[in-house]
């Protein structure tokens, strides 16, 4: 158990609309994650953080902003969600040995 | 940019066979996960290799990388209807990043 928690665990959210999802760590791990796994394309990096309020953009970024304000929480928002984001999004930090671990996943919906 | 490629992408056999799982990469890694995901789940992690050559046993699960830290393998022996799920492997980089694969389906059937 890496101590991840996502949240809301699941969404359904009108095109247009601003969504935030919360990705909370209890082990005070530097590097924190966010992907997005969609059929046929696998696990893709949206955006990392390497610290507080140091974020890095990942191979599909577009769309997406990331705050990390504390090192326990990494925020990703979808400023005006489309239909092309709904998706299922994990948080990840990486441990010793450049291990991910993952949380359970937020599925989101986007109508 | 790294890739990994997973084959192969489907796989169905029945209870009691063997397989083998690839992951293959022009590329060098520090390190290599496979990962195990159930629907509804997040992936998690079964083993990491760190050392060229390494061999990992996991219960009935063999995990090999390859000499040159490029590749590796996922070997399951007398599969079995609990293994059924996406097996994805990971290639992890000294930077904090990595990359995945595609994943594996497999459905082991009663």
């Known amino acids: 158990d890496a101590g991840i928690t996502q949240s809301p665990r699941h969404k359904v959210t009108e095109t247009g609309t601003p969504v935030t999802l919360r990705c909370h760590q209890t082990e005070n791990h530097r590097y924190m994650y966010w992907y997005r796994q969609d059929p046929g394309h696998g696990l893709r990096l949206i955006h990392y953080s390497y610290g507080v309020k140091d974020t890095d953009k990942g191979e599909v970024s577009d769309g997406y902003s990331v705050s990390r304000s504390k090192t326990e929480d990494f925020l990703l928002t979808l400023e005006s969600a489309t239909s092309s984001q709904t998706s299922v999004y994990f948080c990840?930090?990486?441990?010793?040995?450049?291990?991910?671990?993952f949380g359970e996943g937020s599925w989101l919906t986007v109508v | 940019t790294q890739l990994l490629e997973q084959s192969p992408q489907f796989l169905s056999i029945q209870e009691g066979e063997n397989l083998t799982v690839y992951c293959n990469s022009s590329?060098?890694?520090?390190?290599l996960q496979w990962y195990r995901q159930e629907p509804g789940e997040g992936p998690v992690l079964l083993v990491t290799v760190v050392t060229g050559g390494e061999v990992k046993k996991l219960k009935r699960l063999t995990f090999q990388f390859g000499d040159a830290r490029k590749d590796s393998s996922l070997h399951i022996t007398a599969a079995q209807p609990g293994d059924t799920g996406l097996y994805l492997c990971a290639g992890g980089t000294n930077a904090g990043k990595s990359t995945f694969g595609d994943g594996t389906t497999l459905t082991v059937k009663p």
């Open positions: 590329s060098v890694f520090s390190s």
């Open positions: 990840a930090i990486n441990d010793v040995g450049n291990t991910i671990y």
